[in-house]
């Protein structure tokens, strides 16, 4: 189920560097939390660049 989470925080970091016109995600870094007893969340970080000439 982790591995899901993690999949899913991935995919929406990488939807979200799209819509800013991102060439590429860098420095990417994952992070987990208890949400409550019973369930815990998965948060991705990275930077999105644009490349220039």
């Known amino acids: 189920m982790m591995e899901e989470a993690r999949t899913t925080a991935t995919d929406r970091m ?9 060439d590429a995600i860098v420095m990417i870094r994952y992070g987990t ?6 369930s815990a969340e ?5 930077t999105a660049v644009k490349f220039t000439d």
């Open 33 to 38: 939390g208890s949400v409550s007893p019973v």
């Open 14 to 22: 990488v939807e979200h560097a799209t819509k800013l016109n991102a």
């Open 42 to 46: 998965v948060l991705a970080y990275g």
